[in-house]
């Protein structure tokens, strides 16, 4: 090991980030801006001294993810995320049960788990849908 190196582990460092902490950092600052933005207006929003490349490489994640959409400018991409806060949660919940051979126990269990109040409201959007309507009525819910 190259002297005034330590041999510890990466997990262990006290500079290093948690797991998803950089792509929600990068999130947030999409969600809050009013328009597309370059990695570098990404970079500057952070407020971090973060390289380019990592913000891109961050943001090339997120696209391959489906987190964000991007479009060709001048020689790059500008971004913008692809979902508000609440679809992207969404999307994740049903990647999660797309990744499950057994889907039908893996919702069984996030429902058992499900809180009183969140068990009504479950009931409550099954019901009328997520538009308010009555399925019950012969309105056809959105899917």
Do not use: C, N
């Not at 950089?22 to 929003?45: F, K, N």
């Not at 991409?77 to 893996?106: C, F, I, N, S």
Request: charged content about 30%; cysteine-free; overall charge neutral.
């Amino acid at each position: 090991m190259p002297e005034g190196h330590e041999d510890r582990p990466v997990a262990g460092r006290p500079d290093r980030r948690p797991a998803g902490e950089l792509e929600a950092s990068v999130l947030a600052a999409l969600w809050a801006s009013d328009g597309p933005l370059t990695p570098i207006a990404v970079r500057l929003a952070l407020g971090t001294d973060l390289a380019r490349t990592t913000v891109t490489t961050i943001l090339t994640r997120l696209h391959a993810k489906g987190a964000v959409s991007r479009t060709h400018a001048g020689r790059g991409y500008v971004y913008t995320p692809a979902q508000d806060p609440p679809g992207l949660t969404a999307r994740r919940m049903h990647a999660e049960l797309d990744k499950d051979a057994d889907r039908d126990t893996a919702l069984a269990r996030f429902v058992a788990d499900l809180g009183p109040q969140d068990r009504g409201l479950l009931r409550t959007l099954l019901d009328e849908g997520p538009d308010g309507r009555s399925s019950r009525d012969g309105a056809t819910p959105r899917t």
